[in-house]
């Protein structure tokens, strides 16, 4: 079999074809290039945010010296009355009037020691904010490391001699 090779007019006019389908390759690429650097950026600030906004609520709930569960805990006890007080209030035919004023009393006292618990949380601006910049800068550092390809150095050995 015999295959005539193009010739020089033919190869050039077929030249900008071929150009431009290396351009739209070479931009589709840099594209994909782009998405996957954009979805590792996104995974790391995700990563880095979930450990800043655990160290402030931990920096937040260490200063009133509450757990986690147990500040849940009373919130939703808070939730609860204030929605059984709710329902009881949209019959006032079937109430008690001492019933209704001893729930009062147990709601303004919820009520007062969630505020006192807002303004420890007020309080802990400071440290909150503290935290929250330590494990920024912790995370950046992390960052850096890994795109310059070194590990952390764990421990300094002292040198012999």
Known sequence: MYYDSPGLGARLIRLPGQLLLALVNATALLVIIACILTIVTLNRVDDASARIAGSVTD?????????????KTRLTELDDRIELFSGQLANPDNLDHWEVTQQLRELNQNLAELKTTAKGITAAGPE????????????????????????????TVAPEG
Do not use: N
Request: negative net charge; aromatic residues 4%.
């Open 59 to 71: 920096a937040a709930l260490s200063r009133l010296q509450m757990s986690p569960v147990e500040f």
């Open 128 to 155: 909150v904010t503290s935290a929250a910049f330590e494990e920024a800068g912790d995370a950046l550092t992390r960052a850096l490391h890994a795109l310059r390809g070194c590990a952390p150095e764990t421990a």
